[in-house]
């Protein structure tokens, strides 16, 4: 089992960046697969992006492409997410989801995932 903790949001400017951090409890988590999604008030939960166990592979939302970079550090137990170039519609509440993975598949589905972070809030003002 893993737990997880989302810090790094805030509110900033269209146009600026955030970096937010997934910090994870545990020893191994280099067999999780990880996930950041989005919830705006009012809507579903939606994908953002995903990273393999050993972060060779990322994956991530036409609406986030080119604009924001997921990585992690298994050293350090943490997955990040560089947001660059942010948009209002980028308001939202931000989590990460792991699961035991061993295979090369990154899913967007909310119901492929496990465990489930406290989320943390960005929003990008106009």
């Known amino acids: 089992q893993v737990q997880l903790v989302e810090s790094g949001g805030g509110l900033v400017q269209a146009g600026g960046s955030l970096r937010l951090s997934c910090a994870a409890s545990?020893?191994?988590?280099?067999?999780?697969?990880v996930g950041w999604f989005r919830q705006a008030p009012g809507k579903e939960r939606e994908f953002v992006a995903a990273?393999?166990?050993?972060?060779?592979?990322?994956y991530y939302a036409d609406s986030v492409k080119g604009r924001f970079t997921i990585s992690r550090d298994n050293a350090e137990n943490t997955v990040y997410l560089q947001m660059n170039s942010l948009k209002p519609e980028d308001t939202a509440d931000y989590c990460c989801?792991?699961?035991?993975?061993?295979?090369?598949?990154?899913?967007?589905?909310?119901?492929?995932?496990?465990?489930w972070g406290q989320g943390t809030q960005v929003t990008v003002s106009s």
């Open positions: 545990g020893r191994t988590f280099s067999l999780y697969t």
């Open positions: 989801g792991a699961r035991v993975d061993f295979t090369s598949a990154l899913p967007m589905s909310v119901k492929a995932y496990d465990y």
């Open positions: 990273i393999s166990r050993n972060g060779g592979s990322t």
